[in-house]
C-alpha cells in the first residue's frame, strides 16, 4: 500500500460518515463539530422516529441520507460508504453520534493514515468509564481478532475510524449490525492494508446502548469464523 505523508486539507478530500438512530438531543451538535474538521458530512439516517433535525451552520456540507427503517450500524455505514465513494473522496472518517468520540481527534487519526489504511480509534490503554462488561468483552474481540488477521487489534469494537477511500472501494460489508466493523477489519487484513491505532478517551455519559449483547455475540462469531474474503 501507498503510505507515503498523504494528510492535507488543502490537497486531499475529506468526509465523514455518521450513522445515527434517535439521536435528536446530540445530532446538530456532533455534525456541526466535526465540519470543523472535515470538509463534508454524510449523516445517515438508519430509520429514526425521533423527530429528529439537523441545523447544521452550512447545509451545503452535509448530506442526510435516509433510510426507510431501522436496518443496523453495518448498514447505514455501508451506505454512507458507497455514497463517499462516489464523491471522490480520498478520506472517510466514522464516528458515532451520541458523543462518544469527540471530533477534535479527527486530526490524530488522519495522521495516522501516514502509516496504515485503516486507523482505529484505541479506548484500552486508560479504561476509566468504560463499563467491566465492555472492557471483557472488547479485550476478548480484540484477542480474536488478532489472531484471525495476524494484524495486532488493540481496540475491536471502537467504531471512531479513519479510511483510506482504495479500502472502501476494495472492502465490501454483507453485515447489517455492529458485527460489520469486525467484519471491514478481517477482509481488509486479507486483502493486505494495514491496521493501524490511536489512543482516544473513553467517554461514556447517560446514553443507552443501542446494541443487542446476544444478537452482538452471534454476529461476531459468525463473521470471525467466515471464510469469505470478498
Known sequence: MNNSKVINSKAHRICAVIPFYNEKETITSIVNDTLDYVQ???AVNDGSDDGFSIEAINQSEIKLINLDRNYGKGKALSIGFEAAVSAEFDFVVTLDADLQ???????NLLEGLQSSDIVIGNRLKNLKGMPIQRRLSNKLTS???TVKTSQN????????????????KSVRTNCSGFEAESEILIKAAKKGFKLGFVDIPTI???????MRPVQ??????RVLFSNSAS
Open 40 to 42: 463534508f458530512v454524510f
Open 143 to 145: 484477542f480474536l481478532l
Open 216 to 221: 452482538a455475540i452471534v454476529g461476531f462469531l
Open 153 to 168: 487489534i488493540l481496540d475491536s469494537q471502537c467504531g471512531y475510524r479513519a479510511y483510506k477511500a482504495e479500502v472502501l
Open 204 to 210: 461514556y455519559g447517560r446514553e443507552k446502548s443501542k
Open 101 to 107: 468520540h469527540d471530533p477534535k481527534y479527527i486530526p
